[in-house]
């Protein structure tokens, strides 16, 4: 196990009702957080929370979120705005778990309680590397982790170690910053990041500017196209500088502000 079972289990099988005022956020959190969700929140309104969260004590009274982040943004929506919000969603079903010894035990269980959740890519990525440089800290502390690290972290995070590899090169070696931020902003797909990071620097670029040339859309890039583009040079002239040219495509514009960085 990588969280010692008497660490990452509840204190207690019951629900302990705790203030919502007293849960605070879990800054260590990396999963992406959306704006409230109207549907969520009408959700727990008219069925109860139906999954509790999960928390650890903290100093001072306080309680420290570790599962259900989603959850709490819709229920502190809730309390602040219905009209019996503040009595109804005062104290909130909470399981309770034992404290972790330490910060990097604190991580592990913030990203067990997530098992279950549905991830972008870039989350698994993120995790897959948290993970990894944790067990590194544990294993030269004296822990006995048998295996391949890369085997371990990827039976933890219930994928494959061919996928997380695949997230690594894409992490490592995605370097032009037009698909880089493309990339983590979803818009691209990951077969895609990851034949794009099997090319060097400047055929990254090519591939970027033929996109633009062809007002290929992120939505709309495929394997087939990054292949057509490497096959045929951008019409674009690589020492235009003048951003005004491309005003009214704004990637053009990024495109030429990233170059000029």
Sequence with gaps: DY?????????????????????????????GVDPIEEDLAESIEVSGLLTPLGVVAKDGGRWLLIS??????????????????????????C???????????????????????????QELATEAKKMTEILV???????????????????ALQTS?????????????????????????EKIGESVAYRLSQLDYSQQQLA???????HVADKDITLKLIEEALAHPPLTNPGCSDPLAYEEDPVKVDRELVRRM
């Design 68 to 93: 259900g982040h989603r959850r709490l943004r819709a229920l502190k929506y809730l309390h602040d705005s219905r009209p019996d919000g503040r009595e109804r969603w005062a104290e909130i079903p």
């Design 161 to 185: 170690s061919t996928r997380l590899a695949r997230l690594d090169a894409i992490e490592k070696n995605l370097t032009y910053p037009g698909w880089r931020r493309r990339w983590q902003e």
């Design 3 to 31: 969280v010692p079972e008497a660490e990452a289990g509840p204190v207690s099988m019951e629900n302990t009702y705790i203030p919502i005022e007293r849960i605070d956020a879990n800054w260590r959190n990396f999963y």
């Design 137 to 155: 800290r544990m294993k030269a502390g004296g822990a006995e982790l048998p295996g391949r690290m890369r085997d371990r972290v990827a039976e």
């Design 208 to 214: 970027a500017d033929w996109m633009i040339d062809h």
């Design 95 to 121: 399981v309770v778990y034992a404290s972790p010894a330490d910060a990097d035990r604190q991580e592990l269980m913030l990203i067990h309680a997530n098992a279950q959740r549905i991830k972008t890519p």
